[in-house]
């Protein structure tokens, strides 16, 4: 006897009195075939529609046995009586619409025709253990199949379906693991599930807003549901929160069949309450009163694995084009990176076939930027992270100050972006700031393009312009090890400095002296400045008490303004460079507000952020 393909075996047939007018064929039978033969074959029979339609879309793996026993009316044949016991045996179980696979499951199921009469299964999902028992179905829900689940689930199993179900690959961002607890629903082909989990024990590696200690409670509840739509393919709606509101997010899946899309779209909010997605995609944003933007960007390059974004099963968009993930929002009155402040800001990175476009806007900064990640690379390698091009319109760097709390450096991760194992790992850059300011001083313009290198850990500054009115700076340089620590072959802890050559033109000193504010000191001088500057660490890692090196003063025909007067005076009457200008009875410059000069010249050098000179020569 067959189902299917799927043999029947130890079959007996009885009919107790063949003379009876409504005779009864009795059948006992074992289906002779895995999980995966028993569930095919079940939906080869009138049986497919019962356990509420639970197994319809189901596959399984691994060994089990189904018996049937069958009650014939001879006459009545479609009032046939069913009841089965299928018996799993370390099987495996996938059920559709996001639900986490089961594995190792082993427990019985015994059901009649008309419905599940009891089940009881021990496994594993989510990465750790699952106890599944049938529960009293609700009694509106006729011909349905009703279950609770208790269980552990680990952090890697639930990162494990965050990137199937949701193309959302994380990678360590979750540890430990947390008790839940679901209600399950399955009617007309139709599945809905309610998880409630305390979250405690399970720990989130990621800065604020998203950050989680496993002693903490976020009372977090999960929903799903199906619904069938009018062209007759089904949709799974999931809907998560937790208490506090630290996550909640609504995700809409279409479901495979005949009519389906391959649609899936939804949004998390992280610190905010999620709205009804609207396009296809996830959308992730982030909500706080302050977030520190340099561990943001460490944790992403550390805790998702953009190399494995478009590859889940939930995933319509395909690889290297980001997958799911179609945007992310940013909105906080306070935003910090790498010792520099913005506030008010707002900012959407949008994907584009794999390119991210960024809109950025604050009251420091406005522009776009435009990020091709190198997918080749994950935390542990030596390549780039890929190509960054940005245009500002603003770029005003705010001194740091107290903007809110601070991540303790004991719970969090700390930014490891600025050693100098990381220097062949940033990005190319390419930067355009049309208003560039340090602080509150208007340097003008900036252009910068840098790249890693490719022979040795730096990071090579092959061109910056800094230009204003009143000057024009051009240099180049690197970030690379100091001289003499470049024996250690350890570089998250070697030693390193950015260098830079610089060479200045000036076309006012008295204008450039204004915009570093120091107005009132000279009139006119034009002039040259050159030399070599350094300071420990990455190029972000720049304060004055660090800067050390020297530079070269050529400073031509001008006038201080605020000298001392008597001193002032005797100096340029006693100049004998000024003698022409006493011969033809030339003393305006006596009495005006300073002193004039035809050449200032001399070599100024900075250590630990002082400055000093031993040439000095005022012409």
């Known amino acids: 006897s067959r189902i299917g393909v799927n043999p029947l075996v ?40 019962e356990l509420g339609g639970l197994l319809l879309s189901a596959s399984g793996a691994g060994p089990a046995r189904l018996d049937l026993d069958l009650a014939i009316d001879l006459n009545k044949t479609d009032e046939t009586q069913v009841l089965g016991r299928l018996e799993m045996i370390g099987s495996d179980l996938s059920l559709e619409g996001g639900i986490p696979d089961f594995q190792r499951l082993s427990g019985v199921i015994e059901f009649s025709g008309q ?3 009891s089940l009881s299964l021990k496994g594993n999902s989510l990465g750790g253990a699952v106890d599944i028992q049938s529960t009293p179905k609700p009694l509106d829900a006729s011909r349905a199949t009703a279950l609770r689940a208790t269980g552990t689930a680990k952090a890697s199993g639930i990162e494990s379906w965050m990137a199937d179900a949701l193309d ?34 399970l720990a989130v590696r990621l800065p604020r807003p998203a950050r989680k ?7 977090m509840r999960v929903r799903m549901s199906q619904t069938r739509q009018a062209n007759g393919s089904r949709l799974a709606r999931w809907t998560l929160q937790s208490e506090g509101r630290q996550i909640s997010g609504i995700v809409e899946q279409s479901l495979p069949g005949p009519a389906a899309t391959g649609r899936i779209r939804g949004q998390f909010a992280l610190g905010a309450l999620a709205t009804e997605p609207r396009v296809d995609g996830i959308l992730v944003r982030l909500v706080s009163p302050t977030i520190d933007l340099g561990r943001w960007l460490d944790a992403l390059d550390k ?34 990176l790498e010792g520099h402040r913005f506030d008010t800001v707002s900012a959407r ?3 584009q076939n794999g390119i991210w476009m960024i809109d950025l806007e604050s009251q420091q900064a406005q522009g776009r930027l435009r990020w091709q990640p190198n997918f080749g690379t994950d ?18 760097l705010t001194t740091l100050g107290d903007t809110g709390p601070r991540e303790d450096e004991s719970e969090q991760d700390t930014n ?11 990005p190319s850059v390419t930067l355009r700031v049309e208003d560039f300011r340090y602080g509150p001083k208007p340097l003008g313009s900036l252009d910068l393009d840098a790249s890693p290198s490719a022979t040795e850990p730096a990071w090579i500054v092959s061109r910056l312009t800094l230009e204003n009115k009143d000057a024009t700076l051009s240099g180049s340089g690197k970030w690379a090890a100091l001289s003499s620590a470049s024996g250690n072959r350890n570089l998250a802890t070697t030693p390193s400095e950015t260098s830079l050559v610089i060479d200045m033109s000036i076309r006012s000193s008295q204008g450039l002296l204004s915009r570093m504010g120091h107005p009132g000191l000279l009139r006119d001088t034009p002039g040259e400045v050159k030399g070599k500057l350094a300071w420990d660490g990455s190029p972000t890692d720049y304060k004055l008490s660090r800067l050390r090196g020297q530079l070269s003063l050529d400073l031509r025909q001008g006038q201080f303004l605020k000298a001392d007067p008597g001193l002032a005076k005797l100096i340029s009457v006693l100049n004998l460079q000024s003698l022409p200008r006493r011969i033809t009875l030339d003393f305006r410059d006596i009495f005006s507000a300073g002193f004039a000069y035809d050449r200032v010249r001399g070599d100024v050098e900075f250590s630990n952020g002082q400055a000093k000179t031993s040439n000095l020569r005022i012409l």
């Open 303 to 336: 805790r998702f694995d953009f190399n494995a974004l478009g590859t889940g099963s939930g995933s319509v968009i395909s690889q290297r084009s980001a997958g799911g993930l179609r945007a992310i929002e940013l909105q906080t009155p306070s935003m910090r």
């Open 115 to 117: 419905s599940l009469l």
């Open 379 to 396: 935390a542990k390698s030596s390549q780039s992270r890929g190509a960054l091009t940005a245009q500002f319109g603003r770029l005003w």
């Open 10 to 49: 130890r079959v007996t047939g009885e009919i107790v009195d063949v003379l009876d007018p409504h005779p009864i064929l009795k059948m006992r039978g074992q289906f002779d075939s895995d999980l995966g033969g028993i569930i095919e074959s079940f939906r080869a029979t009138p049986l497919r529609n």
């Open 213 to 219: 200690l496993a002693t903490q409670e976020w009372g």
């Open 168 to 201: 959302l690959p994380l990678k360590g961002a979750l540890s430990g693991e947390t008790a839940y607890e679901v209600d399950f629903l399955a009617q007309g082909g139709l599945t809905s599930l309610d998880v409630r989990s305390s979250m405690r024990g």
């Open 349 to 351: 990175a949008s994907n």
């Open 416 to 426: 490891s972006l600025t050693r100098l194992s990381e220097a062949r790992r940033w």
